[in-house]
């Protein structure tokens, strides 16, 4: 928490990336000028999303992505909206994505690399649930204009710059970190600006609310049983929108842990390491949270797959700690 720059709340997202800026000598323009590109796209992807029901932009248009998920209208549009707006911004040199196979190189002379998940849960589109945006930022590691390589994508979530969300909720919220605390701003259509609503967020280090997707309980490991049971003899109670950004910001404001562990279906979990773990993992590291695989701290995990899925514990420090107890 950083006491230097406590902006007053209604602060306007630009006013306070510049000011926050201005307060940390190192920071270059670059950063700022991306968080901005990125909250510029996230205007426009939540008005597609908000208009999504009249003009029939809902629904499958029969690809898949890598996942062989069927890829939903609004995903697409949504991956397309951000690499354009990080291609035009020029501070980026390379994306990794959900809904693309391989690594985007935009060819610039950018500085960063950027995962993103450009529309998470887009399964609940059709049914008007909140989905969300998630996204982790590194510095490249080759030299700049030099080709874009898998060490520049594949890096440590240690290693991230920034990381954050946006929630297209009853309203639409930008959740993000630098790596001095956690910041949350709530968009106002009407005028086309994010306004500081949620000063230095953390996460009660104690929670009562558990997150999983119990239809998958006979094919848990032991120790994720066992936490479950935990959780009931707790009289928690059990809370799963089943869109991760949605449970995430929920937790993160009242305490809570959300969990995806291995499963019949997917032996390392559903949930991808570069552009959703990873990401939650510095912002809840930040609030004074926790993330693991149950076994490992999901941000020393040493990548070696564009796609790749780990078993994803995260949330109130003492309710992972105690579902990370049931491992050893
Ligand atoms: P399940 C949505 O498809 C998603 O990727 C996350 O947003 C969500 O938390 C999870 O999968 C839900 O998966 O297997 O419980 O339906």
């Given at each position: 928490e950083d006491s230097r720059i406590a902006l007053p709340i209604g602060t306007t997202l630009d006013r306070y990336i510049k000011k926050k800026q201005d307060e940390f000598?190192?920071?270059?323009?670059e950063l700022s000028q991306l968080l901005r590109d990125i909250a510029l796209a996230g205007k426009v992807v939540n008005r597609e999303i908000n208009k999504a029901g009249l003009i029939n932009?809902?629904?499958?248009?029969g690809t898949q992505n890598v996942q062989g998920e069927d890829q939903q209208k609004l995903d697409v549009l949504a991956n397309i909206r951000f690499t354009r707006a990080l291609s035009k911004g020029g501070e980026a040199c390379a994306v990794i994505s959900e809904e693309d196979d391989e690594i985007v190189d935009?060819?610039?002379?950018?500085?960063y690399v950027i995962a993103i998940?450009?529309?998470?849960?887009?399964?609940?589109i059709d049914v008007n649930v909140s989905i969300g945006t998630i996204f982790s930022i590194f510095r490249r590691?080759?030299?700049?204009?030099?080709p874009i390589q898998e060490i520049d994508v594949l890096q440590?979530?240690?290693?991230?710059v920034a990381a954050g969300y946006l929630l297209y909720g009853s309203s639409t919220m930008l959740v993000y970190t630098t790596g001095h605390g956690v910041n949350g701003f709530t968009y106002e259509p009407s005028l086309g600006e994010y306004f500081l609503?949620?000063?230095?967020m953390s996460i009660p280090e104690q929670g009562k609310i558990y997150s999983i997707n119990e239809g998958s309980y006979n094919s848990f490991p032991e120790p994720v049983k066992k936490y479950v049971e935990h959780c009931k003899e707790s009289g928690h109670s059990a809370r799963y929108i089943g869109s991760l950004v949605a449970d995430f910001h929920r937790n993160l404001l009242k305490g809570g842990i959300y969990i995806y562990p291995q499963t019949a279906k997917d032996a390392n979990g559903?949930?991808?390491?570069?552009?959703?773990?990873n990401a939650l993992a510095f912002i809840i590291e930040q609030a004074g949270g926790l993330a693991s695989t149950g076994t490992q701290r999901i941000l020393d995990i040493e990548p070696n797959e564009l796609h790749q899925r780990v078993p994803f514990f995260v949330g109130s420090k003492d309710m992972v700690e105690k579902a990370e107890s049931f491992f050893n």
């Amino acid at each position: 928490e950083d006491s230097r720059i406590a902006l007053p709340i209604g602060t306007t997202l630009d006013r306070y990336i510049k000011k926050k800026q201005d307060e940390f000598q190192f920071a270059t323009g670059e950063l700022s000028q991306l968080l901005r590109d990125i909250a510029l796209a996230g205007k426009v992807v939540n008005r597609e999303i908000n208009k999504a029901g009249l003009i029939n932009i809902v629904g499958a248009i029969g690809t898949q992505n890598v996942q062989g998920e069927d890829q939903q209208k609004l995903d697409v549009l949504a991956n397309i909206r951000f690499t354009r707006a990080l291609s035009k911004g020029g501070e980026a040199c390379a994306v990794i994505s959900e809904e693309d196979d391989e690594i985007v190189d935009l060819n610039n002379e950018g500085r960063y690399v950027i995962a993103i998940d450009p529309l998470d849960g887009s399964s609940n589109i059709d049914v008007n649930v909140s989905i969300g945006t998630i996204f982790s930022i590194f510095r490249r590691v080759t030299p700049v204009g030099s080709p874009i390589q898998e060490i520049d994508v594949l890096q440590k979530g240690s290693e991230q710059v920034a990381a954050g969300y946006l929630l297209y909720g009853s309203s639409t919220m930008l959740v993000y970190t630098t790596g001095h605390g956690v910041n949350g701003f709530t968009y106002e259509p009407s005028l086309g600006e994010y306004f500081l609503s949620h000063p230095n967020m953390s996460i009660p280090e104690q929670g009562k609310i558990y997150s999983i997707n119990e239809g998958s309980y006979n094919s848990f490991p032991e120790p994720v049983k066992k936490y479950v049971e935990h959780c009931k003899e707790s009289g928690h109670s059990a809370r799963y929108i089943g869109s991760l950004v949605a449970d995430f910001h929920r937790n993160l404001l009242k305490g809570g842990i959300y969990i995806y562990p291995q499963t019949a279906k997917d032996a390392n979990g559903k949930l991808r390491l570069m552009y959703e773990c990873n990401a939650l993992a510095f912002i809840i590291e930040q609030a004074g949270g926790l993330a693991s695989t149950g076994t490992q701290r999901i941000l020393d995990i040493e990548p070696n797959e564009l796609h790749q899925r780990v078993p994803f514990f995260v949330g109130s420090k003492d309710m992972v700690e105690k579902a990370e107890s049931f491992f050893n």
